[in-house]
């Protein structure tokens, strides 16, 4: 069975994190850097919106550095930091 992946779902698998990693994504006001506080591994309701996950492409909640906003994404979207 031959299975095809979409570059971003292959991109997701490739990247791990975990609780406590430091990392950094693009939002519309630029580049944000936050640490992740929690690892969703099935669909999450934050604000009225459901963020799907699943064991094999997670939600990571990141909390910002520099505010007390906690954003949710998937790992295709993050880069580790140092």
Known sequence: MLLRLRADQYRAMIKTF??????????????????????????????GYVHHATPHEPQYEIKSDKTDHVALHKAAVLRRLG
């Open 18 to 47: 975990k609780v406590g990693d430091h990392v950094s994504w693009n939002s519309e006001a630029g580049r944000v850097r936050g640490k992740i506080v929690k690892v969703h591994r099935q669909d999450v309701n934050r604000k």
